[in-house]
């Protein structure tokens, strides 16, 4: 018995001895964690960031039947007044609202879009085969909610900054008609206006992109909604690419 205590004293001794040694040799190594690097903070007092924009661009439609045929210069113009919300936690990104509005001018090739006709569909080519259509502009007005959200690359000169945003406007219609050039026989040529809202789907929601430097940026959207109600006529989705100039 006192042989099996004196081993396990000897083995007890020994372990304390070896711990020793083992500290002996310096403090134990602590690793600690890299020091974050603190986040750039901007001055944006006096910045300007695209709170005007005035759009001009290429419009068309998409989805259109072989019978509707576009032509010439089909544009869209816009123009918007938007407050610009910085996040806290990013200065370079940043949400946007606003209000403005955005009219689309496309101009068809010898079709007369009857848009006050009394007919449960929108004929394109509806008048006399006698009278001659020189040239149609169907012509659509929207008041707009434009939402963006938006990434400077430098906040506090956005003015020679690169700059992306995504967002999506909703918009109700304020006008819907037409202008076309005729000729009949007996007469000569003149211009007739229309305007009606029967058959154009008074709300629209489009999807809108903009990337560019400083004041000037390219642009395009695509409406998710169609241009017509539907029913009365083809599933018409306008589109949009032009150039955006932003100030204030």
Known sequence: ?????FAVC????????FAQVDTSKGPAL???EPAKKPKKKYNLTNRA??????????TNWLDAPDSIQTKGLSRSINA???MDFPFKSSQQLSAAVGLGVGSDHVF????????????NTMRFNGLDTTIDVKKTKVTTAYAELPVELRYTANPEASDKSFKIAVGVKVGTMLKGGTRSRLTEPTTTSYLLKES????????????????GVGHFTVFGTYQFTS????????????FTIGLTFGGL
């Open 108 to 119: 068809l090739d010898n079709a007369f879009a009857d848009v006050k006709g009394r007919t």
């Open 30 to 32: 602590v690793v600690s």
């Open 10 to 17: 000897a083995i007890f001794l020994s372990g304390v001895v």
């Open 80 to 82: 918007y007044f938007m």
């Open 49 to 58: 960031n695209d709170h005007f924009l005035l759009q001009l661009g290429y």
């Open 196 to 211: 009606s809202k029967n058959y154009f789907n008074t709300t629209r929601i489009v999807g809108t992109a903009r990337v």
């Open 227 to 238: 241009l017509l109600k539907a029913g009365v006529g083809p599933q018409l989705k306008p």
């Open 1 to 5: 018995m006192k042989k099996i205590l």
